[in-house]
Structure formats: structure tokens, C-alpha cells
């Protein structure tokens, strides 16, 4: 994500130039009171495919899967009980935003994100992963718990899931906590070789979901049918699965891994790279 | 062939930002135009004189010449921010001097 900033001469010339975000920092792990829908909410009575383009759903309560083909689909202080596939279905769709919504269901995940999306301040639960990132976007200040509420024998739950062909991804400030698989998977298993590039997973808390079997990493980089590049973790307050808290399955995979000021989450020490 | 090159540099004023804090974007800099100016002048035709060994004198007129001049010309401008854009949707507000622009963090 970045800025797009045009800048004008006194000719009259302009020049785009892209300049990175700002560090926002969370001043504080993310829980069920700073995310996900507050106050008054009525049910929502439109339709469950939205295909029309910057359309605001604002203050709903939902009780389905709802899909989204539309550009630039806004979701702000909204509640889902969806029970099937996804919250919200955002295949291929672009400039999806999620903000400041609750979803709780079961299925494959909460949201799958489509391409440029923003998902922040959401309380994701119930599904088997959080968010399926489809490409580009942010995932900032999300509570993404209690996921795959099921049998321990079906799990492989993850709080946050890319399967190959994402480029551009910023994970900042989440609370991720889950259980069996990963907090946060990367692995090329979509399509014949899609790489996975450009993911900066920044001052999130990642841990076990207690009362659950651990996971078994909380970071996996896999490049499995193609390649990871630049991916950066940084700053982020980790409780290692039972093997750690990155699994890689080569060395280029481990070598596409900047690993900086990573901690203990509880001890607060410093985890050199795995 | 007139060009203007930016040679521009944006910077937070802090290196992060604590949620609901006002961050602010500065931009420094210029740009320059630059433009080949290509003048021609006459010289100006010359009196040539001509004095024999007896005295005799004689004025030949050469005549005027083209010159031409060609110029490199370089000037700096002044620039400022005309929109910004963030792809999470955060707005920001370009400050009256188009030099700085806020957003809340």
C-alpha cells in the first residue's frame, strides 16, 4: 500500500510519485472492544450480490454470505451470522472495504478479499481461516480468534491465508490468534506457480488460541509449486507454534524472509530467525 | 525540446504514529525546466577599407552575415502537492501552502 501523490510545477507540469504509508502503530493488542460493530443495528434488507460500483452498507445486521463483484464495496459497523462459504465473498472483485464489522460463521473464511482491498478494526471469528488474501491490500488492527469451531480431526485453520499469486500484501497490528496450522500461512498451492511477493507482516500479535491444540508455526513461507520475494516481518509479538515461529520449506524460501525485532510474546525476548 | 524534471522528496514528520495522531507529509524540492533556445541575428554588413601604396583609398561593403545562437535555458520552479490518494482510503488534507498535507493516523 502507499500513497499516490501528485505533485504540480508552476508550469503547470505534474509528476505521480508513490510514497510509502506512514507507520501506524496499534497503541494496543487488538480485542472483541476495539474491533468489529457497536452500537444500533438493523437488518439488512438488499440484496446479497452487490455488482454495483462504490456502494456503502453502513450500521447492518447480515445473516448470509453476501458476494461482491462491484468496485470499491464499502462495509462499515456491519454483523454477519453466515453459515456457508465465506462472510463475504469478494472474488475478484476490487477496492473492497471492510471496516469496523463483525463476522462470525462457518465456512471456509471470513473474507475473501479480492484485489486492493482493506479490511481494519474487524472481529473475525468462527470460519476455518480469518481472511483468504486474494492479492493486494491491508489487513490492519483486526481480532481474528476462535476460529473453526469443529472437530479437532477437520481442522486446518489459519489465521490469515495466501495461496500463491498475492503481490503487495500489509498485515499491521493484528491480534491473530489460532490454532492447528498458522497464524499466517504463505504458500504457492494456487494455480501453476503464482508467486507470493511484497508482504510486509508488521507489529501484529500472533498466538496460540487458548484452549486449542497449538499451531504448528505461527509464519509459514512456503514456495511449494513457485517462489516468495520480500517478504518482511517486523516487529511483531509472537508465540511460537510447536516447531516455531517460521516454517520454511526451502532455503530460498527462508533466504525471501526479512526477520527483524521479532519477540517473545510473553517473555518479551528477542526470536532470532528461525 | 522543453523538459521540467522534479527532484522532489516527501517526509513524515515522525517516523510512526500512534493511532488518531495527526501525521503530517512535507514535501521538498523543485523542478526544473529546461528549453534550447535557438536565436539568429544579422551581423551586420562591413565597411572594408582599402588603402593603395599611392593613397588611394577604397570601401568595399561586405555583406550582412546570419548568426546563429543557440542557448541552453534552465529554470527552477516552485512545485506543490496538487492531490494525494491513499489506497486504504485515509483522506488528506493538502495544507493552504501546498507544501505539507495531514491525515489522522
Known amino acids: 500500500m502507499s500513497l499516490q501523490v501528485t505533485v504540480r510545477a508552476s508550469n503547470g507540469a505534474t509528476k505521480l510519485y508513490t510514497v510509502p504509508d506512514p507507520v501506524v502503530l496499534a497503541t494496543a493488542e487488538p480485542n472483541a472492544t476495539t474491533t468489529g460493530a457497536k452500537g444500533t443495528l438493523t437488518t439488512y434488507t438488499g440484496s446479497y450480490t452487490i455488482s454495483g460500483s462504490n456502494v456503502l452498507i453502513k450500521d447492518k445486521i447480515l445473516n448470509k454470505s453476501i458476494r461482491v463483484t462491484g468496485l470499491n464495496v464499502t462495509f462499515e459497523n456491519c454483523r454477519w451470522t453466515a453459515s456457508s462459504g465465506w462472510g463475504i465473498d469478494a472474488d475478484g472483485a476490487s477496492g473492497l472495504k471492510v471496516r469496523n464489522c463483525t463476522i462470525v460463521g462457518s465456512g471456509n473464511s471470513c473474507i475473501l478479499t479480492g484485489i486492493n482491498f482493506l479490511i481494519e478494526y474487524c472481529d473475525l471469528s468462527g470460519y476455518d481461516n480469518g481472511v483468504m488474501v486474494q492479492d493486494s491490500g491491508t489487513i490492519q488492527f483486526c481480532y481474528i480468534h476462535d476460529l473453526h469451531p469443529g472437530s479437532v480431526g477437520e ?3 489459519d489465521g490469515l491465508q495466501m495461496g500463491g499469486g498475492q503481490n503487495g500484501v500489509l498485515i499491521k497490528g493484528n491480534s491473530i490468534r489460532s490454532w492447528d496450522t498458522s497464524c499466517i500461512i504463505m504458500k504457492c498451492d ?3 506457480g503464482a508467486p507470493i511477493r511484497n508482504v510486509t507482516i508488521d507489529g501484529n500479535w500472533l498466538r496460540n488460541q ?8 505461527t509464519i509459514y513461507a512456503y514456495s511449494n ?3 516468495l520475494s520480500n517478504i518482511v516481518v517486523t516487529n511483531n509479538k509472537i508465540e511460537p507454534g510447536y516447531t516455531g515461529s517460521l516454517a520454511y520449506d526451502t532455503t530460498a524460501a527462508r533466504n525471501a524472509v526479512t ?3 521479532n519477540t517473545h510474546v510473553t517473555t518479551g525476548a528477542v526470536i532470532p530467525k528461525p | ?6 527532484n522532489v522528496s516527501f517526509s513524515y514528520d515522525k517516523a510512526a504514529y500512534d ?5 503530517t507529509i512535507t514535501m521538498s524540492g523543485d523542478a526544473t525546466f529546461t528549453d534550447t533556445v535557438v536565436t539568429q541575428e544579422m551581423s551586420g554588413s562591413l565597411d572594408q577599407t582599402f588603402v593603395a601604396q599611392n593613397g588611394e583609398v577604397q570601401h568595399l561593403m561586405a555583406p550582412s552575415v546570419t548568426i546563429v545562437k543557440t542557448e541552453n535555458v534552465s529554470q527552477s520552479l516552485p512545485v506543490v502537492y496538487q492531490n494525494i490518494v491513499a489506497a486504504d482510503g485515509r483522506v488528506w ?5 501546498g507544501k505539507s498535507a495531514t491525515a489522522v493516523a
Open chain 1, 190 to 192: 494456487w494455480g501453476s
Open chain 1, 210 to 217: 487458548p484452549g486449542r491444540s497449538s499451531i504448528a508455526a
Open chain 1, 155 to 157: 481442522a486446518h485453520v
Open chain 1, 225 to 227: 509449486q513457485a517462489s
Open chain 1, 259 to 261: 526477520w527483524t525485532n
Open chain 2, 93 to 97: 488534507t493538502i495544507k493552504p501552502d
Open chain 2, 19 to 23: 493511532k488518531g495522531e495527526t501525521m
Open chain 2, 1 to 6: 525540446m522543453a523538459t521540467t524534471t522534479f
